[in-house]
Each structure stands twice: as structure tokens, then as C-alpha cells.
């Protein structure tokens, strides 16, 4: 402090501006990132692509659909791989769904029944790809949405859904055939026990194409609690 006033006048006055710009670069700096984009949470609705039209509530079905969130990375683990060659890839799940899941294909499997994962997670841009080639297919969105859900209202995204096929009849997967297979049959007695169940059974509230392919964990009060809602 002593040294500080002994100091020129001038000296001390550029002293105390320079600490003073500093302050003001630093509060800026706080300010701005405060309200960076990057740095706020977002809803996942706000992070929907662009080019295909959505309810702007995040809150209300779309189309038939329940809005969901995209899981994180971390909380997925990998549960198998589907087709081979280039078509090759990688199926992941929730950690605490896939682990249910291979208790169910390992219990299957103790019974002579080969249940085979096709599809996990996927996220909000995949499910985007798949709409709009629904769209052109069907014609128009709402006849689309009766088969494949508008991107940000899919079950996939959360990770706690899959599509399942069984492995003694190639080329029948995510198919109406799948309902005559052993897995279908073992799924629908056996599927309960480890906490799943099929998300669009025949004439759902939701109006969605009946999928006997397509189930959903809701073995644990979280999961459960993602899917606990109905559209009005």
C-alpha cells in the first residue's frame, strides 16, 4: 500500500484503470457465456433439424408421437452387431436396459429361442432420415408417423427401446412375419420378467401401426416414468 502511494499521480491513475478494463472484459466474458448457446441447457425439441414440421410444445404428442430426449453417450452400452459387410453396425442401449436385454436373449436362449437385437439407440438426426423417407413413401406426414415417429418423439432416442428380430428367420426382421416366430412367442410370455413390453400392441391409443417388433424397457421406476404418459 505504502508503495502503491508513493507512486505519480499518472502512474496510480493507469494502475487503477487498467484494473478497472480488466473487470469490465472479465464481466463480459461471465455475461457472455451465461447465455452461450453451447453452455445453457436446451431442450431437445430446440434441437430438432430443420425441414420437418413439429408441435412446438415440448410437453404434447405430435402426430401421435410422445416428445422424448436423446440419451447421452455415457449412458449407453453396446448390446451386439446387425448384418454384415458395409451394412455392418453397432446397436447400443441404456446401460441399465441393455443389461436386462441380454438377461432376456441369454434366458431365451437356455430355451432354444434366438432373439437378435436389429435396432437401439438412435439418434434425433437418424430418426430425421427416417421420417422423411417415410414421408415420401406414404405421401404426406401424418400417414408417415403411422409407421416411424417424427424426429425428437421416438423411443429409440432414449435408449431404452429396440427392435427385435428372431435369428432363425432371416429376412423377416422388423416385419408383421416376426409374429409367427418362436421369439415373438417367447417375448410375449416372457418379455414381462425382465421389465419389457411392447410399445404399439394392436388398436394403441397412439394410433401407431401395430409393431411386434418394437418393445420397451420400463423395468425400473426411471424408465417407467419416461413412458408413463398417454396422448390426451
Do not use: C
Not at 455415457?74 to 442401449?93: D, N, T
Not at 427385435?164 to 416385419?175: A, E
Not at 412367442?185 to 394392436?202: C, D, I, V, Y
Amino acid at each position: 500500500m505504502r508503495f502503491f502511494q508513493k507512486l505519480p499521480t499518472l502512474y496510480k491513475f493507469l494502475g487503477i484503470a487498467t484494473l478497472v478494463a480488466i473487470a469490465v472484459v472479465v464481466s463480459g466474458l461471465l455475461i457472455t457465456r451465461s447465455f452461450s448457446p453451447t453452455s445453457s441447457v436446451q431442450s431437445p425439441r430446440s434441437l430438432l433439424p430443420q425441414g420437418v414440421n413439429k408441435n412446438p410444445s415440448s410437453d404434447r404428442p405430435y402426430l401421435g408421437h410422445l416428445p422424448y430426449s436423446q440419451a447421452e453417450q455415457s449412458q449407453l452400452m453396446m448390446i451386439g452387431s446387425y448384418a454384415q459387410k458395409q451394412h455392418q453396425r453397432f446397436e447400443f442401449m441404456d446401460i441399465e436396459a441393455g443389461k436386462a436385454l441380454m438377461q432376456l436373449i441369454y434366458a431365451a436362449r437356455d430355451e432354444g429361442v434366438w432373439i437378435v437385437p436389429v435396432s437401439g439407440f438412435r439418434t434425433i438426426e437418424e430418426q430425421k432420415k427416417l421420417f422423411e423417407a417415410q414421408i415420401k413413401r406414404r405421401g404426406s406426414e401424418q400417414a408417415a408417423a403411422s409407421f416411424s415417429a417424427p424426429p425428437g418423439y421416438s423411443e429409440h432416442a432414449t435408449g431404452l427401446a429396440v427392435d427385435l428380430t428372431d435369428g432363425r428367420f432371416p429376412k423377416q426382421d422388423v416385419t408383421l412375419e416376426f409374429e409367427k416366430t418362436d421369439a415373438f412367442r417367447w417375448l410375449t410370455r416372457h418379455a414381462k420378467e425382465f421389465g419389457f413390453q411392447m410399445s404399439f400392441p394392436n388398436n394403441n391409443s397412439q394410433g401407431v401401426s401395430y409393431e411386434p417388433w418394437h418393445w420397451r424397457f420400463v423395468g425400473s421406476p426411471r424408465a417407467a416414468q419416461i413412458f408413463a404418459s398417454e396422448p390426451d
